[in-house]
Every structure is written in structure tokens, then in C-alpha cells.
């Protein structure tokens, strides 16, 4: 086991606070490190393992794993992958030219711009905008669709130095980025110098409370470092002297909160922010209780699927995978999924195709071979893009395919 990650003293990345932690789901590789099948170099891995914090309330990893090595040239994913997510990204980008960018000159700024899905919008509006997006090989992606990024960490340095040249911003996004970010205090320094005085940082990741109620452990991963609440994002921003002013609910990857905030003062809050907190309040999110019994179910599912695959295999029935998603790399290590369990995995991401999944090496092969003769059924990775999956494969179950999902449980479809 390589041991060159940095363990995070059981204190809260955010204010300092005791961490308790709650879920410990073993020795896991970088979910987006796809190798090629003859590559001689260690593997990398860390222990990954979830706490939250006695004070502030934050759920987030007890270790972090060094930037660089997940964010890098070649880090696969693709934003533009899903039809589904396209759509999302287009409406939110007309929605912010709609609010927030409505001035004369208006500037926005996007944290984790990936390959431009976002802010191809905003730049075909004629919206001045930046990304600031540290993996070279999907920035490039963005600057072919005709939108300017800096291949660059989003912090403190890098905020100041985009106010000094190109001025504050009316809005800075950042969607399923921020929770990847462990150094919140850099980044909210940075924030602070760089949006204008009524500016607000708009900002969506994975719902803590939508993971616990739909079970979905395998949102746990290197990448994501936070698991945010209405109640978690409200501490934090107080912390640096702004407000949380509005949460709204998306059903995108599998339950997300979008969260506005603003300086403090600046802006009332919106009712659904009271309500949210109630709604975390009466659910007990955050207690130590409904966390551990959370990490039960996450045993059970464990259990249950190791046990539904290896009756299928045992009974001679073909199992393949769809999705590669980084997601992923949680399931297949935590519940011992092997080659000999699952034969390969069906993706679009060229990136990712003729190379082994982390850790568990599943041989990646083309979303196009998924054709006939079908296995008898497909563990869907991909869970959260099940519609939009289900609908451009319809064959699969013509032909008598079974789709096997575990979120919220284990059940062949
Ligand atoms: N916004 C896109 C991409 C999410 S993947 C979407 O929602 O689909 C997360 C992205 O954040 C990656 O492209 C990664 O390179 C980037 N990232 C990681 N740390 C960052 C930081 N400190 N500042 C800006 N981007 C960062
Ligand atoms: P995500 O869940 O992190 O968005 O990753 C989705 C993965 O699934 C990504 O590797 C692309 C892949 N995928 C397909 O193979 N087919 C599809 O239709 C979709 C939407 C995604
Ligand atoms: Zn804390």
C-alpha cells in the first residue's frame, strides 16, 4: 500500500472541530485513475473514510489525497457526456444570464469549468466569462467550443490575480467542484476578493441528505471531500461573512442542492432556506445516529450485491457493467467486485476505453459494443444517468436482458 497521502488528524478541515467518524469503506484507489492494462507503476491508494464534525456540522473525509494526483492532463471525465446533464447546464446558464448577469459588462466566473458545458452558453450570449479549471486536457476541451479558461486551481492567488486583471465578478458558479475542494478557506479568500459587493457564489454538489436516504455510498470517493447540508453551507459561510440565501433541490446526479450565497446583508434569504433546515432538523441528519445507521445499510448493500453476483455467476449467467463512473471505484474495491464477477465495463468516455477500472481492474470497453449477443444482465454504475441509459439501450431488454441496480437496495430491474 503506497502511504504518500496525508492523514487528516480527526479535525474539522473546516473550523477545527472534533470529527467522529462513521463510515469506513477500506483501502481505495484514485476513482479516476483508468490504467492501461501493461502499466508497471504501484497503484495508488488511501483509506477512505467519512466523519462529521461536533461543531460545524460538515460531513467530509477523514483523509485528503494530494490535488495533483486526481486533477491532472489526462483526468477523463467529461461533463458533456450525458444529454441529460448538456440540458442542465444549458438551462443554468441561461438562468444566470437571466439573475445575475443581467448588468452592463457582466463577468462570470466558473470553478470547474471541465470541457465548457456550462459556460459555452454563456460565451455564445456574448457574456464575458472565465473558467478556472486545473485539468489541461478538458480546459482544451472548453477553449474548442470558444470559452476562455485558466488551466488553474481555483484559490486565494489564483482569485486575486483574475480581480487584478480582469475585475470582479457578478457571479462565480462552480458545479460538483466545490466538494472537491478540501482548502474552503483559501477558496472563500479568494471569493471575497474577486466577486463584486453584491455578487453571489452560486454553487451545487451530491445532497448529503438525498445520499442517506437513497443509500447512495458509492457518492463517496476521493474526488468528493464534502458532503454538503443547508445547515453544513450555512456555518461555513458565516464562518467568512456571507450568507446562505437560497437552496433549491435538483435531481440531477442522484439528488443535488444548489446553494446561492452572498455577502452578508446583502440579500434576503429565501424562504426554502428556513425550510430545508427544518426539513434537517426533523430528519436528525446530522446525528451521529442516522449517519451510523446509514453506514449499516451501506454494509447490507455491500453484502447483498457480492452475494446477488456471485449466485448469477454461479448459476453461469454473463454479468457485464455500465458506466465507468468514478462513483464506481467505491463499489467495485468496498464490495470485492472482481473480473470473475463482472466481466467488463460499457462506457462512452474515450479516455477511459482499453484500460482497467482502479483497483479492481475491470477491463473498460466501448458503450458501441454493448450490442448483441447481450449479456444476461448489466450492473448499472451509472445510476444516476438511468433514464437517459435505459432509453438509448432498449435492445438490452428486448432481448432479454436485466438491468441489476443497489441504489437504494439491490434489485435486478
Ligand atoms: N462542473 C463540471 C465538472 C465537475 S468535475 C460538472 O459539473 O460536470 C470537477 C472538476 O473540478 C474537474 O474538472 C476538476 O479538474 C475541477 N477542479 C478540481 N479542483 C479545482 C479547483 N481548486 N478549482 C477549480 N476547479 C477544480
Ligand atoms: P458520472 O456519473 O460521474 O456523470 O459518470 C458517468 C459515466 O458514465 C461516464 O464515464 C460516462 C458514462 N456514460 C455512458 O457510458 N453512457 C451514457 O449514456 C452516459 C450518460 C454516461
Ligand atoms: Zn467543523
Same mark, same amino acid.
Given at each position: 500500500m503506497t502511504t504518500t497521502t496525508t492523514t487528516v488528524p480527526h479535525v474539522c478541515r473546516v473550523c477545527s472541530g472534533p470529527l467522529t467518524p462513521f463510515l469506513d469503506l477500506g483501502r481505495q484507489p484514485l476513482s479516476d485513475a483508468f490504467r492501461l492494462p501493461d502499466d508497471p507503476a504501484e497503484e495508488f491508494f488511501f483509506h477512505l473514510r467519512v466523519g462529521v464534525c461536533g461543531d460545524c456540522a460538515m460531513v467530509q473525509l477523514l483523509e485528503e489525497v494530494p490535488r495533483d494526483r486526481m486533477f491532472r492532463e489526462d483526468y477523463p471525465y467529461r461533463s458533456s457526456g450525458s444529454s441529460v446533464m448538456r440540458a442542465h447546464f444549458t438551462e443554468t446558464a441561461r438562468r444566470l444570464l437571466a439573475t445575475e448577469l443581467r448588468g452592463d459588462d457582466a463577468f462570470a466566473v466558473e470553478l470547474?469549468?471541465?470541457?465548457?458545458?456550462?459556460?459555452?452558453?454563456?460565451?455564445?450570449?456574448?457574456?464575458?466569462?472565465?473558467?478556472?479549471?486545473?485539468?489541461?486536457?478538458?480546459?482544451? +476541451?472548453?477553449?474548442?467550443?470558444?470559452?476562455?479558461?485558466?488551466?488553474?486551481?481555483?484559490?486565494?492567488?489564483?482569485?486575486?490575480?483574475?480581480?487584478?486583471?480582469?475585475?470582479?465578478?457578478?457571479?462565480?458558479?462552480?458545479?460538483?467542484?466545490?466538494?472537491?475542494?478540501?482548502?474552503?478557506?483559501?477558496?472563500?479568500?479568494?471569493?471575497?476578493?474577486?466577486?463584486?459587493?453584491?455578487g453571489a457564489f452560486v454553487f451545487e454538489d451530491p445532497y448529503l441528505g438525498d445520499i442517506v436516504e437513497r443509500t447512495s455510498f458509492d457518492q463517496i470517493y476521493d474526488e468528493h471531500f464534502y458532503f454538503f447540508t443547508a445547515r453544513s453551507v450555512r456555518a461555513l459561510a458565516h464562518r467568512h461573512g456571507f450568507d446562505l440565501v437560497d437552496v433549491e433541490r435538483l435531481p440531477v446526479h442522484g439528488g443535488e442542492v444548489r446553494y446561492t450565497l452572498s455577502r452578508t446583508g446583502t440579500r434576503t434569504p429565501s424562504p426554502a432556506v428556513a425550510a +430545508?433546515?427544518?426539513?434537517?432538523?426533523?430528519?436528525?441528519?446530522?446525528?451521529?445516529?442516522? +449517519?451510523?445507521?446509514?453506514?449499516?445499510?451501506?454494509?447490507?448493500?455491500?453484502?447483498?450485491?457480492?452475494?446477488?453476483?456471485?449466485?448469477?455467476?454461479?448459476?453461469?449467467?454473463?454479468?457485464?457493467?455500465?458506466?465507468?463512473?468514478?462513483?464506481?471505484?467505491?463499489?467495485?474495491?468496498?464490495?470485492? +467486485?472482481?473480473?470473475?464477477?463482472?466481466?467488463?465495463?460499457?462506457?462512452?468516455?474515450?479516455?477511459?476505453?482499453?484500460?482497467?477500472?482502479?483497483?479492481?481492474?475491470?477491463?473498460?470497453?466501448p458503450a458501441s459494443d454493448f450490442t448483441a449477443p447481450y449479456p444476461d444482465y448489466a450492473l448499472l454504475f451509472a445510476w444516476n444517468h438511468a433514464e437517459e441509459i435505459m432509453a438509448k439501450e432498449t435492445a438490452f431488454r428486448a432481448a432479454g436482458g436485466k438491468w441489476i441496480t443497489y441504489v437504494p437496495e439491490v434489485r435486478v430491474l
Open positions: 470547474g469549468c471541465n470541457d465548457g458545458v456550462m459556460l459555452r452558453t454563456v460565451s455564445e450570449a456574448g457574456v464575458r466569462h472565465l473558467g478556472v479549471e486545473p485539468s489541461g486536457g478538458v480546459a482544451e +476541451l472548453a477553449r474548442g467550443k470558444g470559452v476562455r479558461v485558466r488551466t488553474a486551481f481555483f484559490e486565494e492567488d489564483t482569485a486575486r490575480d483574475i480581480a487584478a486583471t480582469e475585475g470582479r465578478a457578478d457571479v462565480v458558479y462552480a458545479a460538483n467542484t466545490l466538494c472537491h475542494i478540501p482548502y474552503l478557506d483559501s477558496v472563500f479568500r479568494g471569493l471575497d476578493a474577486v466577486l463584486k459587493p453584491t +430545508l433546515l427544518a426539513e434537517e432538523e426533523g430528519t436528525a441528519l446530522h446525528d451521529l445516529k442516522t +449517519l451510523e445507521s446509514f453506514a449499516t445499510r451501506v454494509d447490507g448493500v455491500r453484502a447483498d450485491l457480492h452475494a446477488l453476483l456471485t449466485r448469477l455467476r454461479a448459476e453461469g449467467a454473463s454479468v457485464v457493467a455500465y458506466g465507468a463512473t468514478a462513483k464506481s471505484a467505491t463499489v467495485t474495491n468496498y464490495c470485492g +467486485l472482481t473480473p470473475a464477477l463482472i466481466s467488463r465495463v460499457h462506457d462512452t468516455t474515450p479516455a477511459k476505453q482499453g484500460r482497467l477500472t482502479p483497483g479492481a481492474r475491470l477491463p473498460v470497453h
